[in-house]
């Protein structure tokens, strides 16, 4: 009897855990295609020209950052290419 109650709570545990990292898996995943997206727009529009700043580009490192950092890693992006430190 035990055993079996053992069992069920080791499913549920697991389901539990499965179904959270899903959930959080899902939000990084949609927010690293936004990321991606917006920094396709901010060159696409060439929105840094309009500052007199050179466009972002498309080397490793910023795709880099801006698909692990989503929305806020384009940001940084940018804050960082309007003082000076571009990459």
């Not at 727009?41 to 692990?68: E, R, Y």
């Not at 992006?77 to 571009?86: A, C, E, Y």
């Amino acid at each position: 009897m035990s055993a079996v109650l053992i069992t069920i709570l080791l499913v549920v545990a697991i389901v539990a855990i499965v179904y959270y990292l899903v959930k959080k898996l899902s939000v990084l995943v949609i927010n690293a295609i936004l990321g991606l997206i917006l920094l396709f727009i901010l060159n696409f529009l060439h929105v840094m020209q309009w500052m007199g700043k050179p466009d972002l580009g498309w080397d490793l490192v910023t795709v880099l950052i801006s698909a692990i950092g989503g929305v806020p890693g384009v940001c940084i992006l940018v804050l960082l290419n309007i003082f000076g430190f571009s990459l």
